[in-house]
């Protein structure tokens, strides 16, 4: 294969990354990290669908900017649901 062909992440698998804060492997990580610092504004590079980084959001009221080269886990991470402030 081409490096090329490794320019985006297939979006069967950003489908996959589980969405469910209660059951996702980062929340018990989020929350260690958050009972030590306060987040006051949060930039997630490669933010994917955002998953990860809407768990800090919902726990903080933060503002939170996501960046990803990938259009279809942008699309998917500007979901209200989601709660990014910003995506680009």
Known sequence: ??????KLFPPKYIDEINAEIDSNYFTPVWEEVLSNIKIEK??????GNGVFSSIVKKKTGCELVGVDGNQYALELASRSEIGFDEVR
């Not at 294969?1 to 490794?6: A, F, L, N, P, T």
């Not at 949060?42 to 933010?47: K, Y």
């Open 42 to 47: 949060l930039l997630d590079v490669g933010c």
């Open 1 to 6: 294969m081409k490096s090329q062909d490794y």
